[in-house]
C-alpha cells in the first residue's frame, strides 16, 4: 500500500485482496478457529442425540463447521468490497447509503 | 545547488505549491501532523486487532482445558455434556462478534492507509523532485 502506489489510491482505484490473503487476516484466522468451535458445538449436540452414531455426529460438525467458515468469509468479503474511497471522509468503517441501497 | 533544492526545502514553483501561496507552510504543517494523527490512529487499529484476537485465543484455550477437566471428572457423561453445551454457545457467540469487530478494523485501518496515500500524493504535488526517494 504505502510503496510506490500512493496516486493510484489516492484515486478510484478498488483494492480487492485474493481470498487467501483475507484468510491471512486476524479476522480470518478468527473466523476459521471460531468455525472449528461452532462445529464442535454443533457435533456434540448431535452426538447427544439418540439415534446420531459418531459418524453423523462427525459429518454434522463438518458441515455446520464449514457452513460457518463460508458465510463468514462471505461477510469478509462482502465488508471488504463495499469500502471505496468515497467512504473515507466519513467515519471509515461505516458504509454511504448510496452503496448500501446497491448492495 | 540551488536554495530550493536542498534537503527539506520545497520548490514553491510546482503547481500545488503555487496554488497555496503564502499558505504554504501551515498547509505543510497541517498536512504532517494529519498524516502523524492518521499513523498513530492506524497503529490503533493493529494492536486492538492483536489484543481481541488475544483474549479470544485466551478465553478458548481455558475453555478447552476446562473441557478436559471436566470431562475426566465426569467420564463424559451429563456434567460434561452440559459444561460443553453451556460454554461453547457462549465462545461461539463471543468469537462471531470478535469476527465482526475484525473485519471493521481492517476496513478501518485500509481507509487510514487510503488517507496515508493520499496525503503522500499531495506531498509528490508539492515536491514532485523528491519522488523516487518518497516511492524506494
Known amino acids: ?103 | 545547488m540551488t536554495r530550493w533544492a536542498q534537503p527539506g526545502r520545497v520548490d514553491p514553483s510546482g503547481p500545488l505549491a503555487q496554488a497555496f501561496g503564502d499558505r504554504l507552510g501551515a498547509a505543510v504543517s497541517f498536512a504532517t501532523t494529519e498524516h502523524f494523527n492518521l499513523q498513530t490512529a492506524r497503529a490503533a487499529t493493529v494492536s486492538e486487532a492483536n489484543g481481541r484476537a488475544s483474549i479470544y485465543l485466551a478465553a478458548l484455550s481455558s475453555n478447552l482445558i476446562a473441557l478436559a477437566f471436566i470431562g475426566q471428572l465426569s467420564r463424559l457423561g451429563t456434567a460434561f455434556y452440559a459444561f460443553a453445551l453451556i460454554l461453547l454457545p457462549v465462545l461461539a457467540f463471543m468469537g462471531v462478534v470478535m469476527f465482526q469487530r475484525l473485519v471493521q478494523s481492517s476496513i478501518e485501518e485500509l481507509a487510514y492507509a487510503q488517507r496515508i496515500a493520499r496525503l503522500r500524493a499531495s506531498y509528490l504535488g508539492l515536491a514532485p523532485e523528491r519522488a523516487i526517494s518518497a516511492r524506494g
Not at chain 1, 21 to 49: K, P, Y
Not at chain 1, 67 to 80: D, E, N, V
Open chain 1, 1 to 103: 500500500v504505502v510503496s510506490g502506489r500512493a496516486e493510484g489510491l489516492s484515486h478510484r482505484e478498488r483494492l480487492r485482496p485474493s481470498a487467501w490473503q483475507l484468510t491471512l487476516t486476524t479476522a480470518g484466522m478468527v473466523a476459521v478457529v471460531n468455525s472449528v468451535v461452532i462445529g464442535a458445538c454443533a457435533g456434540l449436540v448431535v452426538g447427544r442425540v439418540p439415534i446420531g452414531s459418531l459418524l453423523v455426529a462427525l459429518a454434522a460438525g463438518a458441515i455446520a463447521g464449514a457452513g460457518a467458515m463460508s458465510i463468514q468469509r462471505r461477510h469478509h468479503r462482502h465488508a471488504s468490497d463495499r469500502y471505496t474511497p468515497e467512504g473515507i471522509n466519513r467515519a471509515a468503517i461505516f458504509v454511504p447509503e448510496a452503496q448500501r441501497g446497491r448492495s
